[in-house]
């Protein structure tokens, strides 16, 4: 059973830095794209970055510049680089991927909090 198990969420003040992992494992036969998304309190699920197995990137407008996606192909991680935060960036972060089990499926990890006080 695939599974996306993320970290490195937390509190952090205006102007400063974290680094989300996020590894899935279960039955995989191979990652496609892989990416992260929020959603602050009373706002839907957006797009942050997202990263395809051949390495393309996309970023949402509001974090280009500031925001770093990577991947580990190997290990079946991304990671979110997040530098110069803001409290607009406050909100619960979720890995997504596409996983080929060998039917290619969206999986959602469980969500962590981003919190960046003014």
């Known amino acids: 059973q695939v599974q996306l198990v993320e970290s490195g969420g937390g509190l952090v003040q205006a102007g400063g830095s974290l680094r989300l992992s996020c590894a899935a494992s279960?039955?995989?036969?191979?990652?496609?794209?892989m990416g992260w998304y929020r959603q602050a309190p009373g706002k839907q699920r957006e797009l942050v970055a997202s990263t395809t197995s051949g390495g393309s990137t996309n970023y949402a407008d509001s974090v280009k510049g500031r925001f770093t996606i990577s991947r580990d192909i190997a290990k079946n991680t991304v990671y979110l680089q997040m530098n110069s935060l803001k409290p607009e960036d406050t909100a619960v972060y979720y890995c997504n991927a596409v996983v080929v089990t060998p039917l290619p499926l969206g999986y959602w990890g469980q969500g962590t909090q981003v919190t960046v006080s003014s």
């Open positions: 279960g039955g995989i036969f191979r990652v496609n794209a």
